[in-house]
């Protein structure tokens, strides 16, 4: 089979299109004929190696759509030929936070690299049905982004009438948890770079408040002069190093910053007593429960969420796939096309 492999961390041109082994499915296993698969800055950053150790060639891409293949022994309820999507959380299944469904906080949880190729193996747990009326490509833009935004709102136990802060508000997270926070009846303030231009997109799928931002602006007396003075009371921060002081500073006293993302580096510095004086919490967001896409995708068929695709790529395009979701103009998903 042809994939998109990396033999060595680095820029967007180490993704190598070339031959590989096509896998096997062994006990429990199914065999994903891939027609689509989903671009993360996660990613992005497995490529250029920010998660240590790098296991050599590796496949990436966690989110993915396509057809069952082949099924290995003890399979049962998955038939060749129907459509699927990948779940992308991978857990023991047996531990108490599996069985509590809480997958992230099992030791041995990890998010599934192989969707950069025409084939992938993984567990039956780890395949739902894909609902008639979406095309594969909106079908694998749905994984990682709306799991994880569904999850940290539950974690942060939003209530309608709160107020919500969105940083990178334009990418594919922002628009998963700019979707499901308008579904909760949040009032959200969403932060784009100044160069974006458009704005009017993000006011049509619900933004109430937009500010335009770039590194060393003061959006803190902003989102005040917004808020009475009083803060937002959950902000999403994906942005890491540029951003997250200004997120605390932009939340209420009682309130919650979800960090979620690192894409200007993960190395930050706050004064504790601002996080303790303010009775804030924070909340580290990394995917979420394996029982979150299942229960989300029927609302992308019956139209009350939207996938949002900013572009699509051949699989041999991966390099360039990269390099434009490393832009801030993007509007929605990166996606590959198999």
Known sequence: MRAVQVHEPGVA????????????????????RLRAAGVNHRDIWVRQGA?????????????GAGEIEAVGDGVVGIQVGQRVVLNPGLACGSCRFCLAGQQPSCAKF?????????????????????????????AASVG????????????????????LLLWAANGALGLATLQLAKRRGLRVVAVVRSGFKQVDRLR???????????????????VMNLTQQQGVDITVDSLGQASFEQSLGATRRGGVVVSVGSTTGGLVS??????FRRRQSIIGAYLGSSAILPRILPLFA???????IDHTFPLEQADQAHEHLETSSIFGKVILEL
Do not use: H
């Open 13 to 32: 041109t180490v993704l190598q299109y070339e031959e590989v082994a096509t896998p096997v499915p062994g006990c429990g296993e199914v065999l994903i």
């Open 51 to 63: 998660f240590g150790g790098f296991p050599s060639p590796r496949i990436l891409g966690s989110d």
């Open 110 to 138: 990890k998010i599934f690299d192989g969707t950069y190729a025409e084939y992938a193996v993984v567990p039956q747990s780890n395949v739902v049905p894909m609902p008639s009326g979406l095309t594969f490509a909106e």
């Open 144 to 163: 990682v982004p709306f799991i994880t935004a569904e999850d940290f709102l539950q974690k942060a136990e939003v209530q309608p009438g709160m107020t």
């Open 204 to 222: 049509q799928f619900g933004a109430d408040e937009i500010i335009r931002w770039d590194a060393g602006d003061d959006v803190v007396t902003e």
């Open 270 to 275: 706050f004064e504790l007593g601002q996080l």
């Open 302 to 308: 019956r139209g009350e969420l939207v996938p949002v």
